[in-house]
Structures are given as C-alpha cells and as structure tokens.
C-alpha cells in the first residue's frame, strides 16, 4: 500500500513558467513533509520541507503548499530554469517514526 | 566537508559473488539508513541503525546484511548476488531534531549478471 503517491511520472515546463509537482497521502498520521531533488547518477538532496502545522512554506523560487483537509501537498517553483530539470521526491514521516516513506518521484524537465 | 560517501558508485558482478557496499559519513550522525531504489519508483527502507550496534530490517525485505561496528560506517552485504538484486543502493544518514530529513550519499548502482 503506497501511502506517499506522486501519480504524474513527468512534467514538462518552458523555462521561466511556473513548475507545479502534486503529491498526495493516505496516512492521517504524517506530520512532517520534505521534497528531495534527483540528479541522475546522484542522490536525493533536501529542497524544502513543511510542518503540519503550517499550510505554506517558501524558500526564495520554492513554496510548498499543504492541503490536510485534502491530505494533498504542492512543490511551485517560480520561474523555473533548465537546471531545476530532476527528479522530484515528495516524503512524508510521522515524528515518532523510524523512517521516511517517500513517493516514486516527478521527473521534471524545464525546457530552454 | 561533512559529508557522506558511497563507494562503489557503479558495480558490475557476476551471480553467486559476495559484495559490501561502503558508506561512511563525517557528521558525527546517530542514525543511518539504507534505502533501495528501482527506476521510476518510490524509495523504499531496506535497513536502519540508531547507533554503534544497533542495526534493523526495514519495511522492505531484503537478503542483504548491514553492520555498524563505528559510528562513521554503515556498510551493507550481500553474501551472494543474483540478477534480481540489481538496484540503486542509496545510503542516508540524519541527525536529531533536523528540520531536513536525511543526507543522501550518491548511491550505488548495482549490477548483478
């Protein structure tokens, strides 16, 4: 049962448009979210996180936006550049837990 | 530079050989994690530590062993390779209280022929 799901596999964006990734959860209990970025070859390096807490957190050309209600979480990212092309990972986590339950990741390409 | 490093970044082998995976990390962290990945799909944990000889399985099953013998290493084993073992191995470690999840080292590609 994948209880982080990311149900588009790629985006394609023109470069200096709004980059918009979903992300949506099953389990209620998840009180902390983070979105990694990809680099082939690399491992996932940390972007932006957000509370539960909280409904919106940016870090300059990031904003996260959280939906509990709909238990559904946004990565924008305003404008968007040729180097933001990666693959994006939505992970969620219970405090108290051991791990981080990450979805299958948005491959997003950001066309010049 | 505190970091955390993975070798090999590629490995090539033949089935039935036995292979470790090293990871090691600089920043003094408690908790270390081994995670798998295939293409397209979502990471998932195949092993965890919370410190110096403590050492679980995760959720997901796997034949592989770890050990954390020191705090700075985290290697994982596979006493004999097969093709259905060919993965990306990606090794992460976190600290307390951190507001930014884990740190990644680059990961392993394995390849089992």
């Known amino acids: 049962d994948q209880q982080v799901k990311q149900n588009s596999p790629s985006l394609s964006v023109q470069e200096g448009r709004i980059s918009i990734l979903n992300c949506d959860y099953t389990?209620?209990?998840?009180?902390?979210f983070l979105w990694y970025k990809k680099y082939p070859a690399e491992g996932p390096t940390f972007l932006i996180s957000i509370s539960s807490i909280k409904d919106k957190n940016e870090d300059g050309r990031f904003t996260v936006f959280l939906n509990k209600s709909a238990k559904h979480l946004s990565l924008h990212i305003v404008p968007s550049q040729p180097g933001d092309s990666a693959v994006y990972f939505c992970a969620a986590k219970v405090t108290s837990a051991r791990q981080l339950t990450f979805g299958s990741g948005t491959q997003l390409t950001v066309l010049p | 530079e505190a970091d955390i490093y993975q070798t090999p970044r590629y490995l090539v082998i033949g089935t039935g050989k036995k292979i470790t995976l090293e990871c090691s990390q600089t920043?003094?962290?408690?908790?270390m994690y081994w995670y798998q990945q295939d293409p397209g799909m979502e990471l998932h944990l195949i092993h965890y530590?919370?410190?110096?000889?403590?050492?679980e399985k995760g959720d997901l099953s796997s034949e592989s062993t770890v050990s954390r013998i020191r705090t700075e290493h985290f290697p994982l084993t596979l006493e004999s390779a097969r093709p259905s073992h060919t993965s990306q191995y990606l090794c992460?470690?976190?600290?307390?209280?951190?507001?930014?999840?884990?740190?990644f080292g680059s990961g392993t590609r394995l390849t089992v022929v």
């Open positions: 530590s919370y410190g110096v000889n403590s050492t």
């Open positions: 992460a470690s976190s600290a307390p209280g951190t507001t930014m999840g884990y740190t």
């Open positions: 389990n209620s209990m998840f009180d902390y």
């Open positions: 920043m003094g962290h408690d908790k």
